[in-house]
């Protein structure tokens, strides 16, 4: 796995990503290193994916498989994964962010399929962790070119300073159960900002960091992209809450032919 100090300069993200809540390294990957981690992605979809429980598999409709919309927990599932989110550059970022040893707790894969791939409403991550003090990030790397288009990712700039939620509620939308149900605000329009990017370009936020991201309105390109989530090791977890909260979660979920 490349190194994060051969890829950007982590005292120039921490300063970022104090002020803004996010950061963005373009590329953290260069074309070649993008080319094989594309190759392992289809070799797990094909290989591993088919022995995976159907709570961390999600179709738009599971009766077309072509539909894979997001995998979870991919680097319980696959050596060359587990590499990946324990010792690469996104570990290593999350750590400098945090400033913390980090605990990693979920490598997620996202696609939004050509023609109907579903906007991600406007969220928080933290509001599903379940976190005290809410001290976590997710990082996002760009398996393939993404623009207005396909659905890059908004921040709301500065969002993460606020240090309680704003309200949520169910969204309907696979993957992200919950959105902030008065987004729109003078401040949240004033405040936002886009990134489009090629293949290996990286995005890391704070979990109280608004984001969101549109449709796939290409009729011919996917927009899938890898995740990754570390909490801080002074954070602690809600366990109860958040095993109440993911029960109901893969009952909607099920009931909806979703898993």
């Known amino acids: 796995m490349p190194k994060i100090e051969n890829k950007t300069k982590p005292q120039n993200l921490l ?8 950061v963005c390294v373009k590329p953290l990957y260069n074309s070649t290193e993008m080319a094989e981690i594309n190759t392992q992605v289809a070799r797990f979809i094909k290989d591993v994916v088919p022995t995976m429980p159907d709570a961390q598999v999600y179709f738009e409709d599971k009766n077309d498989r072509s539909s894979l919309k997001q995998l979870q927990k991919m680097f319980e599932y696959d050596e060359y994964f ?11 970022i999350a750590e400098e962010l945090l400033q913390d040893e980090v605990v990693a707790v979920n490598m997620q894969y996202f696609n939004k399929p050509a023609g109907i791939g579903q906007p991600t409403p406007p969220h928080q991550d933290g509001y599903y962790f379940h ?93 899938r992209a890898l995740g990754f989530i570390y909490y801080g ?10 095993q109440i909260y993911q029960k109901t979660l893969d009952e909607q979920l099920k009931n909806s032919n979703k898993i």
């Not at 590499?83 to 996104?90: K, T």
């Not at 090791?233 to 958040?242: F, R």
């Open 15 to 22: 300063n970022e990503f104090t002020k803004d809540g996010y």
């Open 82 to 92: 587990k590499d990946m989110m324990m010792n690469g550059p996104a570990r290593k």
């Open 131 to 223: 976190l005290t003090p809410c001290e976590a990030v997710t990082g996002w790397l760009a398996l393939e070119e993404v623009d207005e288009e396909n659905g890059c990712i908004h921040y709301v700039n500065g969002s993460h300073n606020k240090q309680e939620f704003r309200k949520h509620g169910q969204t309907g939308v696979l993957g992200f159960s919950q959105g902030i149900t008065d987004f729109g605000t003078a401040d949240d329009l004033a405040n936002e900002v886009s990134f489009p990017g090629q293949a290996g370009t990286f995005l890391m936020h704070h979990a109280r960091t608004i984001h969101w991201a549109g449709a796939n309105k290409s009729l011919t390109r996917s927009r």
């Open 233 to 242: 090791a002074s954070a602690k977890l809600d366990v109860a809450t958040k």
